[in-house]
């Protein structure tokens, strides 16, 4: 069982698995105020939809603590501003604009009380919002069992396991559901250009459990899918839109069309604070554009020639139409998406 926790508020402060390092080394990176959340979610220590998203709340709570000594008024206004520094870290993943919405509207209720009880009721706010996503990843995991055959051979890309989450993972999580069940599965997994969250995230936790796996380069996949040789593919979300369009890392686009293609399933797994039910399509979705140099450099050493030119979205989106199914915490939507997620908007 995965022991695997990326993050942890101790003592007043937030300690994240320091996700750029890994997997040479397991290490901690120590958040003592709001600004620290801020740059560990920009330069990607903590990454992954659900895991910013935890850390964004408790990047509320390292605010509160800075300006506890400030007069009410001033206090409010001071948590409010970081939010906006905390909330905008990153555009696309919806989870850290929803962690930190949900922050505020429990600042807003609580508004009249002391400021070291505001203090706490936050800080309970945010561990609330730690474990659920725990138990909402587990619950993912469960209603992913039933879309995984027995020896499935199963392709993922990026990494959507614990190291994103709080632990155990979404796509991951259904993999590793699999494996503990004794489903005899295989992993192929996406070394995923240009960061390597395949290579040196999905690679580590896959070790770690001793899934049996094999690590491929990107643009090995489509021939894997047209040879008959994965058997479902399974990866995570940044943003869901009403009519299921998904905002995911970039290159899931390319494997859901050849899995159209070739129909192989495709699979979203995600929990529902991924779904933006705010945007009716994809075309609303942000997609963050990342610097030049993590595409030419490769651990800080130049790779491509000075003078070059690069696009790097870091995210794409999958048209509803790509997508089999998006596995929630309660239970698998189908198409038609936009009947079905506002019938879940309207239940939520
Ligand atoms: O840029 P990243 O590493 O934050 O991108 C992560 C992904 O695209 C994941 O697939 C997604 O956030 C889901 S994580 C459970």
Not at 235 to 246: E, F, H, K, M, W
Request: glycine share 6%.
């Amino acid at each position: 069982m995965t022991s695997i926790q990326s993050l942890e508020f101790k003592d007043g402060k937030l300690y994240l698995i320091d996700q750029r390092k890994l997997p040479e080394k397991l290490s901690m990176f120590e958040c003592k105020e709001y600004k620290d959340v801020e740059f560990a979610i920009k330069d990607m220590i903590v990454r992954g939809a659900p895991a910013i998203g935890v850390a964004g709340a408790y990047g509320i709570v390292l605010a509160a603590k800075k300006f506890l000594d400030l007069p009410k008024e001033k206090f409010l206004e001071k948590i409010k501003e970081s939010a906006a520094i905390v909330g905008n870290a990153r555009p696309t993943a919806v989870n850290l604009m929803w962690a930190v919405r949900r922050m505020m509207n429990v600042l807003e209720v609580n508004r009249d009380r002391a400021n070291s009880e505001i203090y706490e009721i936050l800080l309970d706010e945010a561990k609330n919002i730690e474990k659920e996503d725990l138990e909402t990843n587990k619950a993912i995991a469960r209603y992913g069992n039933e879309i995984v055959p027995e020896g499935a051979t199963i392709l993922t890309h990026c990494n959507a396991g614990a190291l994103a989450t709080t632990g155990y993972g979404t796509a991951l999580g259904v993999i590793r559901e699999a494996h503990y069940m004794g489903k005899n599965i295989r992993v192929f997994a996406d070394e995923t250009r240009p960061r390597l969250q395949g290579a040196k995230l999905t690679a580590w936790e896959l070790v770690q459990e001793k899934i049996p796996a094999k690590l491929i380069p990107d643009s090995v996949a489509a021939v894997l899918i047209r040879d008959g040789k994965i058997d479902v593919i399974i990866v995570g979300a940044d943003r869901i839109a009403l009519n299921g369009d998904t905002a995911n890392k970039i290159g899931t686009f390319m494997l859901s069309q050849m899995a159209k293609d070739f129909k192989v399933p495709f699979y979203i797994a995600a929990p529902i604070s991924t779904i933006d039910f705010d945007i009716k399509s994809g075309k609303e979705i942000v997609i963050e554009e990342r610097a030049a140099t993590e595409v030419t450099h490769i651990n800080g050493v130049r790779i491509a020639p000075e003078g070059i030119d690069v696009y790097n979205p870091a995210f794409d989106v999958t048209p509803n139409e790509n997508i089999t199914g998006i596995i929630t915490e309660k239970g698998i939507m189908r198409p038609p998406y936009l009947e079905n997620l506002s019938k879940l908007k309207e239940r939520h």
